[in-house]
């Protein structure tokens, strides 16, 4: 359908160009702190003026940092939910953090929240959680999360021997929440994991033709290689 998209002056008042007259229109309002607002089925004619009252929001601006150190955590999902209710549609919005590790909700009804990390939409098992409760402005909220640790090794054969490339390696932890998968390099039966959770992990390493090998509690720890 037909389109038209107008920015309001310094007092507010707005033009919009190119309405057909006598149709009807679905009106989107939106700005930075104030909640949007939605008019469906509005009938414009010419010279018609519309006023729209928007009601003040909340902007959540959540950052999300490793511990210790508070180094700024790019591409993190974070989850906001509306405290207090299970119902399908309680408001709930999920924002990826930008080089800054910043997510920012620009338009939120105030309130009370569960601000959560995740590493995916569907993750159930969040990194952290908090409870927030959102007024009028902007609230900026601080997540800190443990520092990833990273898994090194060599893989060799009875012969010691490097293993040939393409070994696949496969972690799970103990709780059953993570899962990653590497391979080893090319004539050096090396391999580097990093950005591991902290947990105990079984490692499985396979390659065709033979009998997985499994390694059980193999603890990694934040910030540490292992």
């Known amino acids: 359908g037909h389109s038209v998209d107008a920015v309001t002056a310094e007092d507010g008042s707005f033009r919009l160009r190119g309405v057909v007259p006598d149709a009807r229109w679905h009106i989107h309002t939106a700005h930075t702190g104030y909640l949007e607002d939605e008019r469906a089925d509005q009938r414009l004619s010419r010279g018609d003026t519309l006023r729209i009252i928007l009601e003040d929001g909340a902007v959540a601006e959540v950052r999300v940092v490793f ?22 549609q309680a408001e709930e919005t999920s924002i990826t953090t930008n080089k800054k590790g910043i997510a920012q909700f620009p338009r939120t009804r105030p309130g009370k929240y569960i601000v959560q990390c995740v ?34 090794g060599r893989i060799t054969t009875d012969s010691r021997v490097p293993a040939p490339e393409g070994v696949l390696l496969h972690f799970r932890d103990d709780q059953q929440k993570h899962e990653f998968q590497a391979a080893t390099k090319v004539t050096s039966g090396a391999y580097t994991l990093s950005g591991v959770p902290e947990g105990r992990y079984t490692v499985r390493a396979s390659v065709a033709e033979s009998a997985p090998i499994t390694r059980q509690n193999v603890r990694i720890t934040s910030g540490n290689r292992t």
């Open 67 to 88: 511990m210790p150190g508070k180094t700024p955590v790019p591409g993190m999902q974070v989850r906001l939910r509306q405290a207090g209710t299970q119902e399908p």
């Open 119 to 152: 590493r995916d939409v569907a993750d159930e098992n969040p990194i952290a959680s908090r409870d927030v409760s959102l007024t009028s402005g902007t609230e900026r909220i601080e997540m800190g999360i443990p520092s990833p640790g990273e898994l090194a």
